[in-house]
């Protein structure tokens, strides 16, 4: 089911991106190996959502042999998924070259924060510190407030796992047309330049102000923007277009001549603080049951908790429970191959010696291979 069914896909154990990626692509059908360290043995649950619909395998990669085991693995595979620093899976004796030996069609993909080369690429650094230097950070926040975290959205899932995942396949179709594979380096840094694209054209254009908060589409506009309600809850408007406005204004009784000036940037700040003032007078429930579903583009800001069991998300499935866990559910949908219902994350390397019957392994491989210690 799924896609990417028939796609095999080795995952190394990783942080953030790296499982999103696999996860991904374990929505979609692939079958996803996740390869973890012999002491990870037993750790996790099915709340780690993004190691769910996939099997595991722990094994000492230092310990003799199972570095050829794991090449010869490597052999049945598409594509492989690690997130270490570079020269990591070089110095382990699984580096690109020695992979691709093994099989010429095979894409190796990395997912790293700096990228494989450069001046930083062997520093440390998380999802806040790629999407800093790629200009994304400083473009998040209100007027004249420190620049606002979104997150780990932008640089280790939208930017890093999701655009590796994009690599991943784009990789394995030109293998399929070529019969060559090849490596894949994927960098939050990268990626999360690449999501504010539209920002710098609009920059380069003047439409984009340097300083942030006074912009179209970053809380500068008052119809573009969240409000308070009464009760305290918030609620999100997207008018940017003038008949969208046109039904934002009617919608909440608004008469008042100044919010014509829908564009003058200058009236901005006070226009938003009328209509915040307008949105205070009654509570979310309230402006829901006025504007909600009509071209005012309106949304209640939905916590955790309430998301799950809104009308819209409820009837499209947005979310599921997999063993107990609410989660969100694979995406994007398709009309013929549908993805399946994916399976609970399991405790890390609960499927070694199953896996390894799976990929061609013997009964006295797979005892070896306990003997000397690898699993």
Known sequence: MGPLAGIKVIEMEGLGPTPFCAMMLADMGAEVLRVVRKTARGMGSRFDVLHRGRRSIAIDLKTSGAAEAFLRMIARADALVEGFRPGVMERLGLGPDECLKRNPRLIYGRMTGWGQDGPLAQAAGHDINFIALSGALHAIGPQGVAPVPPLNLVGDFGGGGMLLAFGIVCGILHARHTGVGQVIDAAMLDGSALLMSMVYGWKAAG????????????????????????????????????????HLLEGAGIQDPAFDSRMDRSRWPELKAALASVFKMKTRSEWCSLLEGTDACFAPVLDLDEAPGHPHNRSRNTFIKVDGVVQPAPAPRFSRSAAPIPTAATPAGLHTEEVLADWGFTDAEIADLNATGAI
């Open 207 to 246: 439409k984009w102000s340097i300083e942030k908060g006074v912009n179209l589409l970053d809380g500068g506009a008052h119809f573009y923007n969240t409000y308070e309600c009464a009760d305290g809850k918030w609620i999100a408007v997207g008018a940017l277009e003038p008949q969208f406005y046109s």
